[in-house]
């Protein structure tokens, strides 16, 4: 009895033992965030190098597809005003490409085509945000004859606009692309277990040891995590909040998700998470469920073929897809949960 | 049983549970901050010593407050001061950083975190 005893006492410290030294973290200033990634059960010379050919990368795309900083896109947008075919930059090709079918998928919602509508909120810009908002007639003059993907056309290497106010802001995808990037890069040399989280958005492959990673998403309204859920392999997650980005002027908050058929931001969500292998197509969808709002978010998840989706409604109400909420567990109980097939 | 035997239960007994608690249970409340400019690890905090301090960063000083076993980016040179706008925090894991400034706060605790990332 006493043997029994002693040993317990040993052994609750030593099994409380994990082994940290198996994990390697890191963060990069870069695509105008903070990117985290951690790695699992990598030798650290090998972890350190594939970190540093990560930021290689990432400092890449943020210059080519930024949208009014020069580089391959702002350039791409002086030519599409031309509305002319041109020879374009291959950098661009694949986000374009991405972008107009899930522009067609989204009904419109995800529509990167209007990058003049963000410049006159000023969301594009790196500067203090702080209002007012464009008038009323401005933007109502933008949204009547609304700028869409339909108006890029892409034959091969070439492109042409056919609206003269085209000028593409691929913000809402070029993070989820970008890490699935990174995700392809680490598999392509041989690491199979690692977490990358840019700006809040991830993607996950393998496992933390002997574990599934486990991730917490983030309330809204609150500074902690409303729930939490085990990530499986190659699932990304990603949220589009109003809370990210905004500015206040009268008393009133405006976010940076725009409506395109109002032109201003969507008031109805305050935030949607998606769960999806493909981190671009997550990006994208959950900036459109997040402007589809509670009405409408199931008929685009439909449409988009998504079937992992939370969003959070402007009175804190919770609605999820049946398979989401077997995924998640509250940390904070929302006071009201509506689950749908 | 001998009288060293009672004195042994008497003395484990009681630290069984606590070793439990301690060990086992995961660790949400963080103890310590680390503060790292431009990913060079600068220094680590105390979360139980309420301070305020600079931190130098690529646009000028941040501004960080420790208070009651949280920390938060009270002020930052940046122009769009979203890392202020994250405010306070106090959770194992917990990640704040000023991009413009490259300021980063990264809270540790005992034991392990709950979470290996957070979605935002």
Known sequence: MKKAFLILFITSFISACTPKEQEYRDSLFVLGTVVNVTLWGVEEQKAAQAIKDIETDLKFLHTVWHPWRFGAMSRTNELLALNEWFSANPSVLPVISKSKQLYTLSNGLFNPAIGQLIALWNFHSDEILDGPPPERSTIDTFTKDLPTMDHVEVNGFRLRATHPKIKLDVGAIAKGMAVERVITYLKQIGINNAIVNAGGDLKAIGQHGDRAWSVGIRHPRQDSVIAGLEVHDNESVFTSGDYERNFEYAEKRYHHILDPRTGYPADKTQSVTVIHPDAGLADAAATALFIAGPEQWQEIARKMKIELVMLIDQQGHVHMTKAMAKRLTFEIEPEEKIIVN | ?120
């Not at chain 2, 949400?28 to 600079?54: F, K, P």
């Open chain 2, 1 to 120: 049983m001998t009288l060293a035997d009672r004195l042994l239960y008497l003395l484990i007994l009681p630290i069984l549970p606590l070793v439990f608690w301690f060990f086992w249970q995961p660790a949400t409340q963080a103890l310590q901050a680390d503060i790292h400019v431009n990913g060079q690890y600068q220094q680590r905090l105390s979360l139980q010593d309420n301070q305020t301090l600079r931190v130098h960063g690529d646009l000028g000083d941040s501004i960080l407050e420790v208070q009651d076993g949280k920390i938060r980016f009270k002020d930052s040179p940046c122009t769009i001061k979203r890392c202020v706008h994250s405010g306070w925090l106090k959770h194992t894991g917990d990640f704040n950083a000023c991009v413009p400034n490259k300021v980063s706060i990264a809270l540790l605790g005992s034991g392990t975190q709950k979470f290996d990332s957070i979605n935002f």
